[in-house]
């Protein structure tokens, strides 16, 4: 992927199974949904960012029908063992390895979500419910 990108920002996991709290988050990023929402947003054939937490790597596969679709998942060599980020971050911890954990697919899924040119966030363009849940807005 280059620096010319969009991004979209899917919020799923455990705010979407809560129906109480955010009763059309988990509808309104479906594939189907998702694909007409970004088709009005961003042109198609776009390089796409999907920031998500999303656990399942093919969710996410109807939008390569209108996009090219990029995941944190398809740059794993960048944190691997045999990457310079594992090797720097393993010095800096007396040797022991660091764990690429929630926390930092989190930051680096910001951060490139930032840099994108288009970016569609869940709580803001994808979705009517609140961040913080009903009545939160």
Not at 11 to 32: C, F, I, Y
Not at 41 to 56: G, H, S
Not at 104 to 112: G, L, N, P
Request: glycine fraction near 6%; charged fraction near 30%; aromatic fraction near 14%.
């Amino acid at each position: 992927m280059d620096w010319d990108f969009d991004a979209v920002h899917v919020v799923r996991g455990e705010k979407a199974q809560n129906k109480e709290l955010w009763p059309h988050l988990d509808s309104d990023t479906t594939p189907d949904s998702l694909l007409a929402k970004l088709k009005g947003m961003i042109q198609p054939w776009r390089n796409l960012y999907v920031a998500t937490n999303e656990p399942f790597y093919n969710y996410f596969d109807k939008l390569r029908s209108q996009y090219k679709v990029h995941l944190l998942d398809d740059y794993k060599e960048l944190w691997g063992n045999t990457s310079e980020w594992y090797n720097e971050t393993t010095g800096l911890n007396n040797g022991r390895p660091v764990e690429f954990d929630g926390y930092m697919r989190v930051a680096v899924d910001t951060e490139v979500l930032y840099r994108a040119k288009t970016r569609v966030e869940t709580f803001y363009n994808l979705t009517t419910d609140c961040k913080d849940g009903v009545n939160t807005c």
